[in-house]
């Protein structure tokens, strides 16, 4: 999977090869909040939100974008269970759990 740390360098077509492609997405639960953590939050964002907004998530309203991040990160990181799952089941299970969406 094309890292979504460079989605702006992507967008702007560049004439030379942007080195983020050597990035990769966080894998696991654990990994995603050390970006969150150790990065920008701008850096964590990418993966929370193609989750949300590009999936198919039904019977649930979600928060804007920056309260979105925030509230799933806060619930990731009080769930010590999430750690060793994939990012995106971690970020799914924290969807179900804050705003009652079903997959």
Known sequence: MKSWFCAA???AATASI???YAQQAPATVAQLLAVCRDQSAQACRGPILDAGFGSDFGGCTLPESERLVAQV???LAQ???EQTKS????IED???SLYNCRS
Not at 87 to 90: K, M, Q, T, V
């Open 9 to 11: 360098a992507v967008l």
């Open 79 to 81: 769930h010590p269970d």
């Open 94 to 96: 924290a969807f179900v």
């Open 87 to 90: 990012a995106g089941a971690g």
């Open 18 to 20: 942007s080195p983020c």
């Open 73 to 75: 990160v806060a619930w």
